[in-house]
């Protein structure tokens, strides 16, 4: 049994891996400052410190308090459009917290290090399936930070022998195949949680940011990947790190799926009509980001299990009908005390710490 770090451990993704390195039979601990997370997220079992990974002080405490063999570290600014917005801010922020986290692990002899990072850092690529040979030129202070975070870290193993990988996600999905955990985002701009909401009548129709993009139906294509194969990649990468450095590793099924065949989808699944209407482009949406996970398969033997587009919608259907409120419908549980009265102690303040 392992004891793994997990950032971010509150949120979407994150909730997901805690939960799958916890039925892998290791021990988590999950670091949220719950801007974005939820507390009822972090699942039963996994230890909780509400801290912000950009504070030092408080990562060293957590280092000084569990003896980790590696840190998964998802907790991030992760909306593109704000980081237009205020680009210093998302940068500052996603490098600077990685750094830091890096830092804590380093100094707190944990050498294992998997970074979230995204397709963003490829920008507008010329080619469809996307290689880690693709150049990477963002076209967002978003996909900037995490491609600056990667290579933060990549000095670090350079120069320090950290263990790192990262791991370019390109459109997590779906929910956990028994309803326990799903997609709360507040506000919601992924387009599988709004169809769903559109179709049941919960929200105004929704609208397919543009029709005239060159591919076979005018919409976007993008690469969705369930998250809970998201999660076991995770697990997968930690393995190889056990043996030695890795790398940047795309993470997508190898398919695209257009706005339309989404819509299709979830009408399906859902048996309503998904009511929507045309809109223009949403600024920089490139037509089709689909990626080539040849990379990591080879690596770490990593297969999708929940590949097709039905299976994605329908576990995401499946917890929204569960949960219509998302987490705020769910019994709040407290998460378990992270202050400790030993040698080491955390000292942790859980007063709102800036993210
Ligand atoms: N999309 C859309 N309407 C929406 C939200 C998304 O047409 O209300 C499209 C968006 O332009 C993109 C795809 O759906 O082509 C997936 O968008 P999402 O925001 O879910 O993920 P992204 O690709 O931006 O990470």
């Known amino acids: 049994m392992s004891t793994y770090l997990v950032s971010g451990g509150a949120g979407y993704i994150g909730s997901h891996v805690a939960a799958a390195l916890l039925d892998g039979g290791h021990?988590?601990?999950?670091?949220?400052?719950?801007?974005q997370g939820h507390a009822e997220a972090v699942p039963e079992g996994a230890e909780f410190v509400r801290a912000d990974v950009g504070d030092a002080a408080a990562m060293d405490a957590v280092f000084a308090s569990w003896g980790f063999q590696g840190v998964i570290h998802l907790a991030a600014l992760s909306v593109?459009?704000?980081?237009?917005?205020?680009?210093?801010?998302?940068?500052?922020?996603?490098?600077?917290?990685?750094?830091?986290?890096?830092?804590?692990?380093?100094?707190?002899?944990?050498?294992?290090?998997?970074?979230?990072?995204?397709?963003a850092v490829y920008g507008d690529p010329a080619c469809a399936p996307i290689t880690e040979d693709e150049p990477t030129a963002p076209a967002s202070a978003y996909g900037a930070s995490k491609l600056m975070a990667e290579q933060g870290l990549a000095w670090a193993s350079e120069l320090h022998g950290l263990r790192?990988?990262?791991?370019?996600?390109?459109?997590?999905?779906?929910?956990?195949?028994?309803?326990?955990?799903?997609?709360?985002?507040?506000?919601?701009?992924?387009?599988?949680?709004?169809?769903?909401?559109?179709?049941?009548?919960?929200?105004?129709?929704?609208?397919?940011?543009?029709?005239?993009?060159?591919?076979?139906?005018?919409?976007?294509?993008?690469?969705?990947v369930h998250?809970?194969?998201?999660?076991?990649?995770?697990?997968?990468?930690?393995?190889?790190?056990?043996?030695?450095?890795?790398?940047s590793f795309n993470l997508g099924n190898g398919r695209g799926f257009s706005v339309k065949e989404v819509i299709g989808a979830v009408a399906e699944v859902t048996g309503c009509p998904?009511?929507?209407?045309?809109?223009?482009?949403?600024?920089?949406?490139?037509?089709?980001?689909?990626?080539?996970?040849?990379r990591l398969r080879a690596a770490t033997g990593w297969r999708p299990r929940f590949g097709a587009l039905h299976a994605m919608v329908?576990?995401?259907?499946?917890?929204?009908?569960?949960?219509?409120?998302?987490?705020?419908g769910t019994r709040h549980?407290?998460?378990?005390?992270?202050?400790?009265?030993?040698?080491?102690?955390?000292?942790?303040?859980?007063?709102?710490?800036?993210?």
């Not at 021990?27 to 801007?35: A, E, T």
């Not at 697990?235 to 450095?245: I, N, S």
Request: charged share 20%; aromatic share 6%; with cysteine.
């Open 27 to 35: 021990r988590v601990v999950v670091v949220d400052n719950l801007q």
């Open 164 to 224: 790192w990988a990262s791991l370019r996600y390109f459109n997590a999905a779906g929910a956990d195949p028994a309803g326990q955990r799903g997609e709360d985002h507040a506000p919601e701009t992924h387009l599988i949680p709004l169809a769903i909401d559109a179709a049941l009548g919960r929200r105004a129709p929704l609208t397919v940011f543009g029709d005239d993009y060159p591919t076979p139906d005018g919409t976007c294509l993008r690469d969705y």
């Open 314 to 328: 329908e576990t995401a259907y499946r917890w929204r009908l569960k949960n219509p409120e998302g987490y705020a």
């Open 274 to 294: 998904v009511p929507h209407r045309l809109g223009v482009r949403r600024p920089g949406d490139p037509p089709a980001l689909v990626a080539a996970s040849d």
């Open 227 to 247: 998250v809970t194969d998201l999660a076991d990649a995770h697990l997968r990468v930690l393995g190889l790190l056990a043996e030695g450095t890795g790398r």
């Open 333 to 355: 549980v407290p998460p378990p005390p992270a202050q400790r009265d030993t040698a080491g102690a955390l000292q942790l303040d859980s007063a709102e710490l800036s993210g």
């Open 80 to 119: 593109v459009g704000d980081s237009m917005r205020d680009p210093l801010h998302y940068i500052a922020k996603n490098v600077g917290n990685t750094m830091t986290l890096a830092r804590a692990a380093m100094r707190g002899g944990c050498s294992r290090f998997v970074l979230s990072s995204t397709a």
